[in-house]
């Protein structure tokens, strides 16, 4: 089959980001695509009665260990951000405006969003660094500045979380492959095996 692989992530997820580095390569060497779609755990958090990792006792300090032993393991570079997590939705609008003009913009910008927060520690929730990184990608930073504070982009991320919820995604990295849905960047291996062999 051929049919693209779902890519659902919030930026703010350190898995998320792990997974960001090494899903494209891995569809590509099944000759498969990858459909990027950033979603907002925050709103998922409230339909699941989910809370980030690094709030929860006990999970929290073993979550944030194992972060940085995740991109170890993965040999994908990594910092723990001091201010974590982040609001993302001004990511996530940036993201579908330009991906509804160019698709090969959008990923480069997502992995330039993704980098700024878990390698170098930046404020991806700050407006302007949003800016910043979309122009970098081509992006007009005045057009794409009144577009983000529009209904239209609003209402798109909006409805964005809400079929991905419909899809039945409950956290970030939700990858789906072929309608088989994989949870965590710890799932790559299982997906990898399951492109080769057409399930298990």
């Known amino acids: 089959m051929s049919n693209p692989i779902e890519f659902y992530f919030d930026f703010s997820s350190p898995y ?3 997974a960001s580095e090494k899903i494209d390569e891995l569809a590509a060497r099944f000759a498969r695509k990858v459909l ?4 907002l755990l925050g709103v998922i958090f409230r ?3 989910g809370a980030p990792l690094t709030t929860l006792p006990l999970k929290g300090r073993y979550s944030l260990h194992d972060f940085s032993r995740s991109a170890r393991f993965l040999g994908v570079p990594y910092v723990q951000p001091e201010k974590f997590p982040l609001p993302t939705q001004q990511a996530a609008r940036a993201y579908y405006w ?3 003009q160019d698709c090969a913009a959008a990923r480069a910008f997502a992995h330039a969003v993704y980098r700024a927060f878990f390698r170098d520690g930046r404020d991806v929730s700050e407006t302007g660094l949003v800016l910043e990184l979309a122009a970098q990608q081509g992006a007009d930073r005045a ?4 577009a983000l504070e529009g209904a239209e982009l609003k209402e798109r991320l909006k409805a964005e979380n809400d079929a991905a919820l419909q899809k039945g995604v409950f956290g970030s990295p939700y990858i789906v492959v072929d309608g088989e849905p994989f949870f965590g960047a710890d799932r790559l291996p299982q997906i990898e095996r399951w492109l080769a062999t057409g399930g298990f």
């Open 47 to 49: 339909a699941t009665g």
């Open 98 to 100: 330009l991906h509804d």
């Open 143 to 146: 057009t794409l500045a009144a």
């Open 36 to 39: 990027w779609r950033p979603v």
């Open 16 to 18: 998320g980001y792990l």
